[in-house]
């Protein structure tokens, strides 16, 4: 009997282990974010948006809050899942044309006819000059209308 019941209890254990290690528990609380990217004026399809904490403390597992511009220039961020938006704070914003290479896996990036270079003076987010604020709140970033 007194096996039994210390099998349970190390089974309860183990289970109460996993379910805790295994939760989103240590994912921090995020609200939803959108924006717009304009370049000299006009929406820019597919670039993405990339949000750097300037607070990085609360950012456990280097989590980087991002968005894919759509065919109107507006984006939404995701930080764990699908449009879940970003955690509360201050951040400096990163944009940038990322694009997949070709299809026997070279370096040559492929672009959408027509479509003109992205300026890479935006794409780091310590030196582009662009920030943002995420309210405990849905958000709107203000529009960041780029310039060539």
């Not at 254990?13 to 295994?22: E, I, K, R």
Request: with cysteine.
């Amino acid at each position: 009997m007194k096996r039994t019941t210390s099998l349970c209890l190390m089974l309860l254990f183990v289970m109460v282990f996993f379910a805790v290690g295994c939760s989103d528990g240590i994912n921090q609380a995020t609200y939803p974010v959108n924006g717009e990217v304009r370049l000299d004026g006009k929406a820019f399809k597919g670039v993405t948006v990339v949000l750097r904490p300037l607070d990085k403390t609360n950012f456990k597992r280097q989590e980087i809050p991002q968005g894919i511009t759509d065919e109107n220039g507006k984006f939404s961020i995701h930080t764990y899942s699908s449009s879940d938006g970003a955690p509360a704070g201050e951040y400096k914003v990163g944009i940038a044309l990322m694009q997949p290479v070709d299809d026997e896996g070279g370096d040559q990036v492929k672009r959408d006819a027509g479509q003109a270079a992205f300026p890479a003076k935006y794409a780091d987010p310590e030196t582009s000059g662009l920030k943002a604020m995420v309210e405990k709140k849905s958000s709107t970033i203000p529009t960041f209308e780029l310039t060539r």
